[in-house]
């Protein structure tokens, strides 16, 4: 049986085009030999000209939490004061984070669908001798995106602080050019802007964090250990046994990304977002995120305010093939999110505006 791909609306993973699939399918290879070297290479050039960077990008098999226990079990040192604006689900893991390995994080709070000032940021920087700062770049569970990075940067490269980033749900959807805003540490997953398969995660490394991450007197992970993924990453190998249908099916998705370039990219991710929002206004559906100038492109979030979600969800799957995700931990029932990161274009966001008006108008729309 032929299983018909539904249309995956999720923040990730993406409906995947047949070519990545294909490409997963390939004969398994020595991930010690010439072949797979010259596939390690590929995909990281592929990887740099994303993430724009000349940094090493090094890939993990494991998806986008993995690259983030990375970060903390090797860049960031027990009892360090780590600075985490948090503002919503994912924001709060990264704290977790720094408690699991004994760093002190220094949170700045704002309540979901905003983001902290600049100012609350900027005095926790000046009243807290911070050596690192954590910022998710879209919150994906607010539909919020944190467009201050370059300001935060700033004044982080004055005071010798590393930054280290998580666009796990929108590299590749919205511009991030992580040289030119001086990012030490840029982590990203394989299944949502990056177009591939789900369960890699990819990580980017700064000359001051790889120093650090090495003198590290305390890496506890064995498996993420950086001095063996950096040791072997020389030899365009992973310490161990790889995923290498993964990177098979993200060497096809980043031939794909340069087909169609990265600026065309960009392009259609925000013109997407824009017709997804323009519809909501139209249908006095509330966007979540407060002020405008941080509605993110790859997640668009919206208040299920007098529109029963769970039968709206249902019927877009069941009678158009298109999923949509239900919104997360504490806004589960009050929210849903539209993913914005996969292949589809203007074509495909129309049938499936026109599909949730008709939906919407066979449930009774909204109150
Ligand atoms: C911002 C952000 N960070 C981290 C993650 C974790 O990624 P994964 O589910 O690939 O482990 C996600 C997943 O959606 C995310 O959106």
């Given at each position: 049986m032929v299983q018909k791909a539904p249309m995956l609306l999720i923040p990730g993973p993406i409906t995947l085009p047949e070519r990545v699939l294909k490409a997963m399918a390939k004969p398994i290879i020595n991930h010690r030999g010439e072949e797979f070297h010259t596939l390690y290479e590929k995909v990281e050039e592929g990887l740099k000209s994303v993430f724009k960077t000349e940094n090493n990008v090094y890939i993990i098999s494991g998806s986008g939490t993995a690259g983030v226990d990375m970060v903390f079990q090797n860049f960031v040192y027990e009892g360090e004061k780590i600075l985490i604006p948090d503002f919503g689900e994912f924001t709060g893991r990264i704290v977790e984070n720094a408690l699991k390995i004994g760093a002190e994080p220094v949170v700045v709070k704002s309540e979901w669908g905003c983001i902290p000032s600049l100012g609350s940021i900027m005095s926790a920087v000046e009243n807290n001798d911070v050596e690192s700062i954590f910022i998710v770049h879209n919150e994906t569970s607010t539909g919020v995106t944190f467009r201050l990075i370059d300001e935060v940067a700033s004044i982080a490269r004055k005071r010798g602080i590393l930054v280290f980033v998580d666009t796990v749900s929108d590299l590749g959807v919205e511009p991030f050019y992580t040289d030119e805003l001086g990012v030490d540490i840029c982590v990203a997953a394989s299944q949502k802007g990056l177009g591939g398969p789900p369960g890699l995660s990819f990580v980017s490394v700064s000359g001051r964090a790889l120093e650090k991450g090495l003198k590290?007197?305390?890496?506890?992970s064995f498996y993420l250990d950086f001095e063996k993924i950096h040791r072997f990453h020389l030899r365009r190998e992973t310490p161990f046994t790889p995923a290498v249908p993964l990177i098979y099916g993200m060497a096809e998705a980043l031939e794909i990304l340069k087909e169609e370039g990265y600026e065309e990219r960009v392009k259609r991710h925000a013109e997407n977002a824009r017709m997804i929002y323009e519809f909501l206004e139209s249908e006095n559906i509330e966007v979540f995120p407060r002020d405008k100038e941080y509605w993110s492109t790859s997640v668009i979030v919206f208040r299920?305010?007098?529109?029963?979600a769970e039968e709206m969800i249902r019927r877009l799957y069941e009678e158009h093939g298109i999923l949509i995700a239900r919104g997360m931990g504490k806004l589960r029932n009050e929210t849903t999110r539209i993913g914005n990161?996969?292949?589809?274009g203007r074509v495909e966001i129309e049938y499936f505006l026109n599909s949730l008006r008709k939906v919407l108008k066979d449930i009774g729309g909204k109150s």
């Open positions: 590290n007197p305390r890496r506890r299920n305010k007098g529109i029963n990161v996969g292949y589809e």
